[in-house]
């Protein structure tokens, strides 16, 4: 009689998660940095964000004025837990409601509204039609053209995009050194470009993401006509 043997109990389930951006450590080693952010996500449904707007402005006055959620309380009758979910949009306050926090903090009652009714800009550049402008390498041959800008915005961040070209008539230009965080993105020629005490080969395709208050630029212009996509953020409150 043959022996019936017992099927195999099955493993563990492989679950895939969505893998992080990987990065180079100083002993030069593959590392991941956990993304924050989901590329992909969307808002909550548009009830949601204007509770949310309402409570990020109540809290706003609030803090301008100096008053705690505690003084606040005491000068709505609204009790501090109810103060606490407006603040952090978990619910939606009363019209009632509102004319005691607008009394109370000095504002009309359209104010908690604004952020939620601001628009939300868009810049649109067609091929060809990005503005020069003038910058700290444009003396050394750099030509710099601007593809959109937004001033304020809702993110508290300036985002300012360059199409740089660089041609036979161009200098070798190390040393920018400005606020915030630079994106380069390689499009045709060659380089090798300097980051601090550090030189990067840069082919078409190529990209590279750095802190941009260390000294950077161009150091060997290996094919040119070169150009390439220079993305810098910075804080709103600053000036580049």
């Keep these: 009689m043959t022996k019936k043997t017992s099927d195999p109990k099955p493993g563990p389930v ?110 649109f550049v067609k091929a060809g039609e990005g503005l020069d402008v003038e910058r700290r390498g444009t003396r050394a041959g750099h030509q710099y053209n601007l593809l959109g800008h937004i001033g304020s915005n809702t993110s508290g961040v300036v985002v300012e995009p360059y199409l740089i070209t660089l041609t036979e008539d161009s200098d070798v230009f190390p040393t920018f050194q400005h606020e915030g965080m630079e994106f380069l993105y390689m499009l ?20 590279l993401f750095f802190d941009a208050d260390a000294p950077h630029g161009p150091e060997q212009l290996t094919q040119l006509p070169m150009r390439y996509l220079s993305i810098i953020c910075y804080p709103q409150s600053s000036t580049s």
Excluded: C, W
Aim: glycine share 8%.
């Design 14 to 123: 492989a679950v895939k998660t969505r893998p992080s951006p990987k990065g180079i450590g100083p002993n030069g080693r593959t590392i991941r940095t956990p993304l924050t952010q989901d590329p992909h996500a969307i808002r909550d449904t548009r009830e949601k964000v204007l509770e949310v707007a309402i409570g990020r402005e109540v809290r706003a006055f609030r803090k301008k004025l100096g008053i705690t959620v505690a003084d606040l309380a005491a000068a709505t009758d609204i009790s501090l837990g109810m103060l606490s979910k407006i603040e952090n949009g978990i619910t939606s306050p009363s019209l009632t409601t509102l004319q005691a926090l607008s009394r109370a903090l000095g504002v009309p009652v359209t104010a908690f509204f604004r952020r939620f009714e601001e628009e939300r800009s868009a810049v």
């Design 188 to 207: 045709e020629g060659e380089v090798v470009y300097r980051h601090g005490s550090n030189l990067y080969p840069m082919k078409p395709g190529d990209s």
